[in-house]
């Protein structure tokens, strides 16, 4: 059975500064993504950034990067230039890519991030 | 940009009434999620659903609960009988051809069973 972890429960940024969330995973499959959702106060899931396990390239869009290492399982998401409006729960999420139609994500417990003006 | 949306977005019920949570997915997506958060844990995979039929449902997903797709655009999900552990957050997501392995999600339903 697959699993992710996220071991800081919550952290805290100054705006401007950049932070990085932490994230490991487990499982013995090979074909796999990898995915940031952020979770507002309104409790909206919103899709951050994904990395397929086959690209070594760490996907990055604005302001948001990741960390992938495979090898050791380990999926960060760098923030830079944080703002009051990244202030949210942000999951850590894996899907393996088995031949159904519909593959389900497995989420971490979540990292509260507060920005701080 | 086209988006999931959920009605209603708060519901409260009684122990053991049927409730029922509805979804509008992205239009021309194919493939249909529900999940639930219950307060201050993490999201939790309930149900997925392709071509008219489950593809897959976990543990969670007993015999109290049912997923339809009625007509051509709304998903709903079915609580026949609430229970006091039903109160959560209940998440509906979609993905599309093209992107199946992305999964876009709804702004959620809070259900509060009393």
């Known amino acids: 059975a697959q699993t992710v972890t996220q071991s800081q429960p919550e952290m805290s940024v100054q705006e401007a500064e950049t932070v990085t969330l932490s994230c490991t995973y487990d499982?013995?499959?090979?074909?796999?993504?990898l995915f940031w959702y952020k979770q507002p106060p309104s409790r909206q899931m919103i899709l951050v950034i994904r990395?397929?396990?086959?690209?070594?390239q760490n996907a990055t869009e604005n302001r948001f990067s990741v960390n992938f290492q495979k090898a050791a399982k380990s999926f960060s998401l760098k923030i830079s230039d944080s703002q009051l409006g990244d202030t949210a729960m942000y999951f850590c999420?894996?899907?393996?890519?088995?031949?159904?139609?519909?593959?389900?994500?497995?989420f971490g417990t979540g990292t509260l991030l507060a920005v701080q003006p | 940009e086209p988006e999931v949306t959920q009605t209603p977005s708060h519901q409260v019920t009684q122990m053991g009434q049927e409730v029922i949570l509805r979804c509008v997915p992205i239009?021309?997506?194919?493939?249909f999620y529900w999940y639930r958060q219950i307060l201050g844990q993490k999201v939790e995979f309930l149900v997925s659903f392709y071509n008219n039929e489950i593809s897959e449902k976990s543990e969670i997903f007993d015999d109290q609960f049912s997923v339809e797709r009625p007509d051509g655009s709304n998903f709903t999900l079915k609580i026949r009988s609430t229970k006091l552990e039903d109160s959560a957050m209940y998440f509906c997501?979609?993905?599309?051809?093209?992107?199946?392995?992305?999964?876009?999600f709804g702004p959620g339903t809070r259900l509060t069973v009393l």
């Open positions: 239009s021309n997506h194919l493939y």
């Open positions: 499982t013995s499959e090979n074909n796999y993504y």
């Open positions: 990395q397929e396990a086959y690209k070594q």
């Open positions: 999420a894996f899907m393996a890519r088995y031949g159904g139609a519909t593959n389900k994500l497995i």
């Open positions: 997501a979609s993905s599309g051809q093209g992107t199946r392995d992305t999964q876009y």
